[in-house]
């Protein structure tokens, strides 16, 4: 049989050798066709299959050989038509899920432009708040500041009511029982149904034995240096005195001691003969009125009375300060008798307690240097532990007490001593002519009126509660357990 001139059959006959050592799988014989090959980018073909395009020695070729090699070309280009059709699936899927993702990546840039968008729209929004907020500050600021105060002088007013009651009840009290007592050692009232009233001893000092006299050329107005405020370490308060000999006078004798016997003498013994209140004790029934005995209203604690001995060794006070504390008992003048210390301390020997429904304040007059002395003081002083002295009626109840951690701070307060009561006024001169001898009541009078005489105001407030306070002392040392 002839062979068709074909490239293929060229191809064969020359390599029918190495075809024929080639190891093919049987297949049944078919017809004979040359097959377009399409062309298969980067399409490896085995290394047997490429020694097929070396020269081999011509060797005859039968027609069972080129039948084989023809099948097992067509084998290979089914698989290679197979191949073909894999990676073109392949290329399909990827080039779907790519553009599944470029069509997730646009929704997400979408989304994205619209949360920025809405960030914008937010800072917008902040910024407009804050400037809000901003010019709203100082109305705010304001609120607060009135809501604080108020609620100050809520607590304030409420301590004082109760103080108030308790005093009108333990008044009620003592003005029963000295009825009881006057009507039974005092026949001739009892006789003539008419009270009597009895002079109150003249005040003394408790180290001088001579009685504090009215002089008109002796007042005695000495102002307070501005060393005896100046801020030093604590150490011992002044040694225990007879402090009943200055305050054992009760306000009604206090009032015996300054005025006539017959101003309102009688009228009060009848009102005390019917079993009704002294009017003494109605005296805190205006809005100011004074205190010398009892803790201030703005007070948490009042723990006392402390020994001499443990202030000196538990605060640690030197010497300087022991001795300033000590001579405060024998200041004169009519300003409060207050020591600082840099450890924020301060001691005030026997204040003046000024109550009203504004707040607690130590109260005193001086003249002008006195009052900027003290003003310039307490705009450094801050928050400090307060020790008092207070003028207490018994004698064991004398010494130092403890009142809490507070705030000082000199407050213009308008003048006061027109609003004060008869006996408040009283108790006051009682107390300044203990401190001063041959001190001149009406001109002490006329130059408060007259404003010689400055009053000056330092209002204390609580900074501290009870837990605090009590630590405080107990660290230190002055509380037992």
């Not at 293929?8 to 093919?24: G, K, M």
């Not at 997400?108 to 901003?134: C, G, H, M, P, S």
């Not at 225990?240 to 009032?255: F, G, M």
Request: overall charge neutral.
């Amino acid at each position: 049989m002839p062979v068709h001139a074909c490239p293929c059959t060229t191809f064969l006959t020359a390599n029918a050798t190495s075809i024929a050592n080639y190891h093919w799988h049987p297949e049944p014989p078919r017809p004979f066709r040359c097959p377009t090959l399409p062309i298969v980018p980067r399409l490896t073909l085995p290394s047997n299959i490429m020694t097929l395009a070396e020269p081999l020695p011509t060797q005859p070729a039968t027609m069972a050989d080129l039948w084989s090699l023809q099948t097992e070309l067509s084998s290979l280009m089914a698989a290679v038509r197979r191949i073909q059709d894999s990676a073109r699936q392949a290329t399909q899927a990827a080039d779907d899920k790519v553009r599944r993702l470029q069509s997730k990546v646009e929704e997400l840039e979408a989304d994205n432009l619209a949360r920025v968008l809405e960030i914008r729209q937010l800072d917008l929004e902040k910024t407009e708040l804050q400037r809000e907020l901003e010019a709203k500050r100082p109305d705010l600021a304001a609120a607060i500041a009135s809501r604080d105060a108020a609620v100050k002088r809520l607590d304030h007013s409420l301590k004082v009511i109760e103080d108030l009651v308790r005093d009108r009840e333990q008044a009620t009290v003592r003005t029963g029982a000295n009825t009881n007592n006057a009507d039974r050692d005092n026949p001739r009232s009892k006789a003539n149904g008419q009270p009597t009233t009895a002079s109150a001893p003249v005040p003394r000092h408790p180290k001088r034995g001579t009685p504090a006299e009215s002089d008109e050329e002796s007042t005695v107005r000495p102002q307070r240096s501005a060393s005896s405020m100046a801020v030093r370490t604590p150490r011992t308060p002044p040694t225990s005195k007879p402090e009943s000999a200055k305050v054992k006078r009760s306000l009604s004798s206090a009032a015996a001691s300054q005025e006539p016997a017959a101003d309102n003498s009688g009228a009060r013994a009848l009102d005390a003969s019917k079993g009704q209140p002294d009017p003494g004790a109605r005296k805190k029934q205006v809005p100011w009125y004074l205190e010398f005995s009892k803790r201030p209203a703005t007070s948490e604690v009042w723990h006392g009375p402390i020994p001499y001995d443990n202030l000196a060794v538990h605060l640690v006070l030197d010497q300087s300060t022991e001795d300033d504390l000590q001579h405060m008992e024998l200041m004169t003048g009519y300003d409060t008798r207050m020591h600082a210390v840099d450890t924020n301390l301060v001691f005030i020997y026997r204040p003046v307690i000024l109550e009203g429904l504004s707040g607690t304040y130590l109260i005193g007059w001086g003249d002008g240097g006195m009052v900027r002395n003290v003003k310039t003081w307490a705009k450094t002083a801050g928050d400090c532990h307060l020790f008092f002295y207070p003028a207490v009626e018994l004698e064991q109840n004398a010494g130092w007490y403890y009142v809490g951690l507070h705030s000082l701070s000199f407050t213009s307060v308008d003048p006061v001593w027109h609003k004060l009561s008869k006996d408040d006024k009283r108790r006051l001169f009682v107390e300044l002519q203990d401190r001063n001898d041959g001190m001149d009541v009406g001109q002490f009078k006329r130059d408060v009126k007259e404003g010689r005489l400055q009053q000056c105001c330092v209002q204390i407030e609580s900074r501290g509660t009870k837990t605090e306070s009590y630590e405080f002392l107990r660290q230190n040392g002055l509380l037992e357990g």
